[in-house]
């Protein structure tokens, strides 16, 4: 063989190799394209999935809190309707003292011989009181008592309020 022969036969040795080359290029290149396409499409349905199921575990959420809040509303609304009446039970008490519609009176301790007072042992033929001796508050201090226990009322209606709201809060988590 001929040197220029040769040189012909690697000539075309180099460009069936070139040409082979390239054509397995293109095919792994096709076939690799298919796999990531294939790769990518499972990972988009994936994150979809993800994401649905984000989306619907804060709905949950929302409505949750949504009922929380509207059965904190209701209790709320309770506590100031019952706040409210205690109030009013109240005044109208205070209200009574005040025009001697009402007088406040105390059990006394007969037994006591401390007490030094004179109030008889029984009532009388008229009265209406039934049991021991009774003493008549002044309307100035029947007043003071009856505003101690409205405060106190209203203590234990907010102690209640808050009991309420604590076990509500802690029944959800």
Same mark, same amino acid.
């Given at each position: 063989?001929?040197?220029?022969?040769?040189?012909?036969?690697?000539?075309?040795?180099?460009?069936?190799?070139?040409?082979?080359?390239?054509?397995?290029?293109?095919?792994?290149?096709?076939?690799?394209?298919?796999?990531?396409?294939?790769?990518?499409?499972?990972?988009? *349905?994936?994150?979809? %999935?993800? !994401?649905? +199921?984000? /989306?619907?575990?804060?709905? =949950?959420?929302?409505?949750?809190?949504? @009922?929380?809040?509207?059965?904190?509303?209701?209790?709320?609304?309770?506590?100031?309707?019952?706040?409210?009446?205690?109030?009013?039970?109240?005044?109208?008490?205070?209200?009574?003292?005040?025009?001697?519609?009402?007088?406040?009176?105390?059990?006394?301790?007969?037994?006591?011989?401390?007490?030094?007072?004179?109030?008889?042992?029984?009532?009388? *033929?008229?009265?209406? %009181?039934? !049991?021991? +001796?009774? /003493?008549?508050?002044?309307? =100035?201090?029947?007043?003071?008592?009856? @505003?101690?226990?409205?405060?106190?009322?209203?203590?234990?209606?907010?102690?209640?309020?808050?009991?309420?709201?604590?076990?509500?809060?802690?029944?959800?988590?």
């Amino acid at each position: 063989m001929t040197p220029g022969t040769l040189k012909a036969v690697l000539a075309g040795v180099l460009v069936l190799l070139m040409i082979t080359a390239g054509g397995v290029w293109k095919l792994q290149d096709w076939r690799y394209g298919k796999q990531l396409a294939e790769q990518a499409g499972a990972h988009r *349905a994936d994150l979809t %999935v993800i !994401g649905n +199921a984000a /989306a619907a575990q804060v709905r =949950a959420d929302q409505e949750k809190r949504l @009922a929380l809040e509207q059965r904190l509303s209701a209790s709320e609304q309770s506590h100031y309707k019952e706040l409210r009446d205690a109030q009013t039970n109240q005044a109208r008490l205070r209200d009574r003292l005040a025009t001697s519609d009402l007088r406040l009176s105390v059990l006394l301790d007969d037994t006591d011989p401390a007490g030094g007072c004179a109030v008889p042992a029984s009532t009388a *033929a008229g009265g209406v %009181v039934h !049991g021991g +001796a009774r /003493a008549q508050l002044d309307p =100035a201090h029947a007043q003071r008592i009856v @505003a101690i226990t409205d405060t106190g009322d209203q203590g234990l209606i907010a102690l209640k309020a808050c009991q309420a709201y604590a076990k509500e809060i802690s029944a959800t988590k």
